[in-house]
């Protein structure tokens, strides 16, 4: 046989064929997870959140609640007063997100006004994972050097976050709300940077992606802020049923704010189709990280073991990595 006389040495390498050019494996294509995993994941998440424990009960407003969360969602934006209102900031922020000829030193200058925001930017620059560790004692004092630290995309999202989180915590959160708004903007934050992490396997914009990851889930702050209003129970249901009906309804508020807000199609496109096995690419990557970002906090909180198979369930080696990314952002 031919292979046992190329292993036993009868033919001499200038006999030999060239060896055939092996093709570079193509990068994996990040894929929306199970719908029935992610499902539970959203119940165990909402659950968390929620309070709820077994002895909670049963809330016999489930349904009335559901009827709520609908009939808001058919409301005029602008009459929807649970809703946030879009930051000043954002008017620049977006204008600078559809010219690329925009630089970061153009954006920087038009931030300079709002000094809380770059007391948030010099903040970002000076973190360790910006910058070798034997620069830790020559700290950036200026915009213009943490500009050119953190680029014009590291900029833009992190002027978005930074702006949008006052807007969040000034709502006047009830009971439930109290509890879940600081808790859900954490989540908002890991799941914009597990989408833009991401976005590179399916070409997407990693700032479109970073943006589509922290809006994915306004609405459902804006749903807990109604379920504080509507719901006269001493816990909010927990029944699997309604975590769904709540989380499609907080869907489309997410769409309506991000459209209202002025987003691009393809941010206010992903949310919508998050999780659709047919939707577009960047959807699939806002529906991973949404699950990732749940999961990671449902770890970090000790309800799961970092290894436990319910948490790796489907999980390739870019969404492990993305995984582990999302507890080193804490440190």
Same mark, same amino acid.
């Given at each position: ?265 393809? &941010?206010? =496109? %992903?949310?919508? @189709?998050?999780? /659709? *096995? ?9 529906? #991973? +990280? ?8 449902? &770890?970090? =909180? %000790?309800?799961? @073991?970092?290894? /436990? *198979? ?9 969404? #492990? +990595? ?10």
């Amino acid at each position: 046989m031919k292979w046992l006389k190329n292993l036993l040495g009868g033919d001499s390498e200038e006999s030999k064929p060239a060896p055939a050019p092996v093709a570079a494996p193509a990068p994996a294509r990040t894929r929306a997870p199970d719908p029935a995993h992610a499902g539970m994941v959203d119940v165990l998440f909402y659950r968390w959140l929620a309070g709820i424990t077994p002895n909670s009960g049963p809330s016999g407003d489930e349904k009335i609640l559901v009827v709520d969360l609908a009939y808001m969602t058919q409301q005029p934006l602008d009459e929807i007063t649970l809703a946030p209102s879009r930051p000043a900031v954002f008017t620049p922020l977006l204008r600078s997100m559809r010219d690329s000829s925009v630089s970061g030193a153009d954006l920087a200058r038009q931030l300079a006004q709002d000094k809380e925001l770059i007391t948030e930017v010099l903040r970002e620059a000076n973190r360790p994972c910006h910058h070798p560790h034997y620069h830790a004692n020559d700290p950036v004092t200026t915009v213009e050097r943490a500009t050119m630290l953190l680029g014009v995309n590291g900029l833009r999202m992190l002027v978005g976050r930074a702006s949008l989180l006052p807007v969040i915590m000034s709502m006047h959160p009830g009971p439930f709300s109290q509890l879940s708004t600081p808790l859900l903007w954490r989540q908002c934050e890991k799941c914009a940077l597990a989408a833009s992490v991401l976005a590179p396997s399916v070409r997407a914009n990693p700032v479109e992606a970073y943006f589509a990851g922290l809006l994915h889930n306004m609405g459902l702050i804006v749903a807990f802020r109604l379920l504080d209003q509507a719901n006269t129970e001493a816990s909010l249901p927990q029944s699997e049923q309604f975590v769904s009906a709540l989380h499609a309804h907080a869907r489309v508020l997410s769409v309506r704010i991000a459209e209202a807000w002025g987003f691009p199609d393809t &941010v206010t =496109s %992903a949310i919508r @189709e998050a999780g /659709d *096995p047919d939707g577009a690419p960047l959807s699939q990557v806002v529906a #991973l +990280a949404d699950m990732l970002s749940r999961l990671r906090m449902l &770890v970090d =909180s %000790a309800h799961f @073991e970092e290894d /436990d *198979p319910f948490v790796l369930e489907g999980l390739d080696a870019a969404g #492990l +990595a993305c995984f582990e990314e999302l507890h080193n952002e804490d440190e």
